[in-house]
């Protein structure tokens, strides 16, 4: 907690390539340290098997990451077919092994192309969707059956990149590297387990690597290295602008939105749409109804003055 009359430090987001093995909790006590604050959030967490883009805020921005939550995501990714496991991916107690051998490419096309669009996916059951009041994943680990609902999701892009056929254990199984671009909320392990289902074989996921949240992707994306060595914020300001539309207002409009009052609307759509000072920074979200563009976060509150009129 910040003591009386501190004075907050920079604001920002942190775009991190995570390591494998680290928890999404991990990362941010590590940005933690590395900001001087506590106040760290995350817009998606990454189980800790996966690798590749979180998207972190600090101080202010942390208000971002609510409008940054869900946007969509890209992985790469590889697919075990012949072998089910009890989490859907390789950290999990296996559970069936069949001979996958006679799977042709052509029929983990087939799969792959049923799995594609608007569909409704069963997560995972260790996932950390709450069943009354607990985590899923918590019911599990103490013996508990869980079954989640289906809930609609959307797989834009899921797409073959090469198959490989080793043996394992005795076993003919089926590697297969994906890439996928999808809706917040789709469970990239559970499409490796309903692919190896629709095929007969099981199926579970053996390496995931997140590419991209939204705008930000792998090239923006820092180690945790980097940022230790150099530990750089991509602005508010920065951040919003390739994350949301955006409407330059006038000194006057800014101390208008800074005291939470409303803009007449420009028709730039339903938002949420980043205004931005005359100096560049960013001073609220705005989101346009009725003819009018109202601030449904405010980054700059103005801290002194009257808001005037108009």
């Known amino acids: 907690m910040m003591a009386r009359g501190a004075v907050p430090g920079p604001s ?77 991916d390789a950290e999990g107690e296996v559970v069936a092994r069949a001979d996958a051998a006679s799977v042709g490419d052509g029929d983990v096309a087939r799969a792959v192309a049923s799995l594609t669009g608007e569909i409704q996916q069963v997560p995972s059951s260790v996932s950390a969707i709450k069943v009354d009041g607990r985590r899923s994943y918590a019911r599990v680990r103490a013996g508990e059956t869980v079954e989640l ?25 089926v590697d297969v590297d994906v890439s996928v671009d999808c809706s917040s909320g789709t469970y990239v392990r559970a499409l490796a387990r309903d692919v190896g289902a629709a095929l007969g074989v099981g199926g579970h996921l053996t390496a995931l690597r997140r590419t991209a949240v939204g705008p930000y992707g792998l090239p923006v994306a820092r180690t945790l290295d980097q940022l230790e060595e150099s530990f750089v914020l991509l602005s508010p ?21 800074g005291h939470g009052r409303s803009l007449a609307s420009v028709g730039s759509g339903s938002g949420p749409i980043a205004a931005f000072a005359p100096d560049g920074s960013l001073v609220a979200l705005l989101e346009e109804r009725d003819g009018v563009a109202r601030p449904v976060l405010v980054i ?10 108009r």
């Open 149 to 173: 609902a289906a809930r609609p999701v959307t797989v834009s892009r899921f797409s073959v990149l090469s198959v490989r056929r080793p043996v394992v254990d005795g076993y003919g199984v």
């Open 300 to 309: 700059a509150p103005a801290v002194s003055g009257t808001p005037g009129t």
């Open 237 to 257: 300001a920065d951040a919003a602008r390739v994350a949301f539309p955006g409407r330059d207002v006038t000194a006057g409009e800014a101390r208008l939105l």
């Open 12 to 88: 920002g987001l942190v775009v991190v390539d995570k390591p494998a093995g680290w928890t999404s909790h991990d990362v941010v006590a590590r940005v933690r340290r590395l900001a001087g604050t506590r106040r760290v959030g995350h817009a998606g967490t990454l189980d800790p098997m996966a690798t590749g883009v979180l998207v972190l805020g600090v101080e202010r921005a942390t208000k971002l990451l609510t409008y940054l939550v869900g946007a969509g995501k890209s992985y790469d990714a590889t697919m075990r077919l012949g072998v089910a496991t009890v989490t859907d």
